[in-house]
């Protein structure tokens, strides 16, 4: 079975910073893409940033140049650092992992979420 385990959130002043990890278990990864997305109170949850197996990364234009993604594939972990933080970044993070191992089409897994809250 596919686990995620998310870690890293919590509260932040403005300017701050906060690393999210993201560790998956349960499953030979060997393709996948591994991504971000977080979800506000009333908003509809967006994609913060993805990393495929081969390197490629993509942001959200409202974190370019603040938030880095990274992989560690040894430990098929996932990271998001967080700098300069803004009240606008506070949402629950999701980490999501599309397995393309076994399918051409890719399977979807979901952590849970972890909260992050940036506030003076």
């Known amino acids: 079975q596919v686990q995620l385990a998310e870690s890293g959130g919590g509260l932040v002043q403005p300017g701050g910073s906060l690393r999210l990890s993201c560790a998956a278990s349960g499953s030979r990864f060997s393709t996948t893409t591994m991504a971000w997305y977080r979800q506000a109170p009333g908003k509809e949850r967006e994609l913060v940033a993805a990393i495929s197996s081969g390197g490629r990364i993509n942001y959200v234009d409202s974190v370019k140049g603040r938030f880095t993604i990274s992989r560690d594939n040894a430990k098929n972990t996932v990271y998001l650092q967080m700098d300069k933080l803004e009240p606008e970044d506070t949402a629950v993070y999701l980490c999501?992992?599309?397995?393309?191992?076994?399918?051409?089409?890719?399977?979807?897994?979901w952590g849970k979420g972890t909260l992050v809250t940036v506030s003076s």
């Open positions: 999501n992992v599309e397995d393309y191992t076994s399918n051409p089409y890719g399977v979807d897994y």
